[in-house]
């Protein structure tokens, strides 16, 4: 019989995100990191506004009118900005730009599995160097290896750490490759690493809007890096890979900036507030930079939680990795579902 796949995709395990449940479930849904409250009104409002005209053409090919505002958000260049179809997108065109056999792909775990998807697409060579117990960075041993690519999730997923900028920095210095520094979560943190673009022509930032803007729906990711990086980029993305309505509603949601923060700064209250209610459980809590926790009951009892508030439409992420077995990552929710949640594993256990 023929084989239809490359051997590489007929060896790769498929990628499985979170569930996600038909549109109007009653589902109280905590397993992607999605924001629970809702877009900008501003960004609604743009989406109201869609001109049939701007649907009948083709879309403008960089996504020039986001690159704009986010340029004056982010106070660097448009030309160091490329969109794409969230930062998926983008992170797969780096693999495809820089990567193929023989190259190395390195990365601290557990992280983003993306990043081993994307390696294997490209049948690169996967090297995973766990961090320690306490989630140091193990610079040196990423320094040895010297990768085509290295990604760094900071804010971590699903440990919620943050990675010291000093670390980065000795990375982006002696790494010849490109440095990834994947910023998903950047919105709930304090620090950022935006700054190492402008000394470092092989580092690249990664932002989405799917999680401080509430868009995850639209699709909307960019990267920021020097336009020596981002001109191998351009040359292997889709022609029109944003289109016309994802750069309008984003342009509105990135240039209010006033929404974002407040929706942020809500989150991160009920963050505070969902740790000492797991923590009263005895629950070990990992410090979050993000918008969810990582979590380990006391009881060893992760899946059995996992499975018994699936069963009451309670959804979270049960990893079932080696290390993180008995961790549950749990997305923070409104006020309002959380307190579900508390009184729904209060019961189980
Ligand atoms: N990076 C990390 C670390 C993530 O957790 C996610 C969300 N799953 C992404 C990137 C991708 O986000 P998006 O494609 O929605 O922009």
Same mark, same amino acid.
């Given at each position: 019989m023929t084989n239809f796949f490359r051997a590489n995709v007929d060896a790769m395990a498929s990628y499985v995100p979170g569930e996600q449940p038909k549109r109007g479930s009653q589902v109280i849904k905590l397993n992607s990191n999605e924001n629970p409250y809702p877009p900008s009104p501003k960004a609604l409002a743009a989406l109201q506004n869609i001109d049939g005209e701007w649907l009948r053409r083709y879309p403008e090919p960089f996504g020039d009118q986001f690159r704009h505002a986010a340029s004056q958000v982010l106070?660097?260049?448009?030309?160091?900005i490329i969109v794409g179809n969230g930062s998926d997108e983008i992170l797969n065109v780096v693999m495809r730009a820089c990567t193929e056999p023989g190259r190395k792909v390195v990365y601290p775990t557990p992280t983003y599995v993306l990043y081993r998807t994307l390696t294997e697409m490209q049948a690169a060579d996967v090297v995973e160097i766990p961090y320690t117990q306490d989630y140091q960075l193990p610079v040196a041993e990423l320094i040895a290896v010297d990768g085509a690519v290295t990604f760094i999730a900071?804010?971590?997923?699903?440990?919620g750490h943050v990675v010291p900028s000093a670390d980065l920095e000795k990375l982006a210095s002696q790494l010849s490759g490109v440095l990834v520094i994947d #910023?998903?979560?950047?919105?709930?943190? #304090?620090?950022?690493?935006?700054?190492?673009v402008k000394d470092y022509e092989n580092v690249m930032i990664i932002r989405t809007l799917s999680k401080g803007y509430s868009l995850a729906g639209l699709r909307l990711g960019f990267g920021i890096a020097q336009p020596k990086l981002l001109q191998g980029l351009f040359k292997v993305k889709d022609s029109y890979n944003i289109d016309a309505i994802a750069c309008t509603v984003a342009t509105a949601a990135i240039t209010d900036q006033a929404y974002k923060n407040a929706c942020v700064a809500k989150i991160k209250a009920s963050r505070t507030q969902l740790t000492k209610e797991f923590q009263q459980l005895g629950f070990q809590v990992w410090e979050s930079h993000t918008n969810f926790l990582l979590v380990q009951p006391s009881q060893q009892n992760a899946a059995y939680l996992y499975q018994k508030l699936k069963e009451q439409q309670i959804l979270i992420r049960y990893f079932p990795h080696p290390g993180l077995l008995d961790k549950l990552r749990i997305t923070i929710g409104t006020d309002e579902q959380n307190q579900i949640l508390v009184n729904a594993i209060k019961a189980l256990l």
């Open positions: 106070k660097v260049p448009s030309d160091w900071s804010p971590n997923s699903p440990s #910023e998903a979560y950047v919105d709930f943190a #304090e620090a950022d690493a935006l700054a190492l």
